[in-house]
Nanobody, 122 residues
Framework: QVQLVESGGGLVQAGGSLRLSCAASGGTFTAFSMGWFRQAPGKEREFLASIAGVWSGGISYYADSVKGRFTISRDNAKNTVYLQMNSLKPEDTAVYYC?????????????WGQGTQVTVSS
């Protein structure tokens, strides 16, 4: 059974930075593609970034809304994926989730964490 636990959220002023972590247990972490998503009140869930597993070369991909500000990385020895968030804006306020998938499956059909709250004040 795969379990994902996000941490590192909190309250930060506009222009500040936060680093989110997602610790995975169960499964074979190195083979999973990992993604970060967020959902703000009254809005649909939004894709932010993903990083492929070892068999796909660890390729990263970013949504236009966060490109240049957010960086996704993974430490396979620690079974952990990170999201470094810089130059935060009030519109970044949301619950942030990590997800895992394997092969050709979608993130929607994969594994999800419980989420961590990020609040950016103006």
């Amino acid at each position: 059974q795969v379990q994902l636990v996000e941490s590192g959220g909190g309250l930060v002023q506009a222009g500040g930075s936060l680093r989110l972590s997602c610790a995975a247990s169960g499964g074979t972490f190195t083979a999973f593609s990992m993604g970060w998503f967020r959902q703000a009140p009254g809005k649909e869930r939004e894709f932010l970034a993903s990083i492929a597993g070892v068999w796909s070369g660890g390729i990263s991909y970013y949504a236009d809304s966060v490109k240049g500000r957010f960086t996704i990385s993974r430490d396979n020895a620690k079974n952990t994926v990170y999201l470094q968030m810089n130059s935060l804006k009030p519109e970044d306020t949301a619950v942030y989730y990590c997800a895992a998938k394997y092969g050709t499956t979608s993130y929607e059909g994969g594994y999800w964490g419980q989420g961590t709250q990020v609040t950016v004040s103006s």
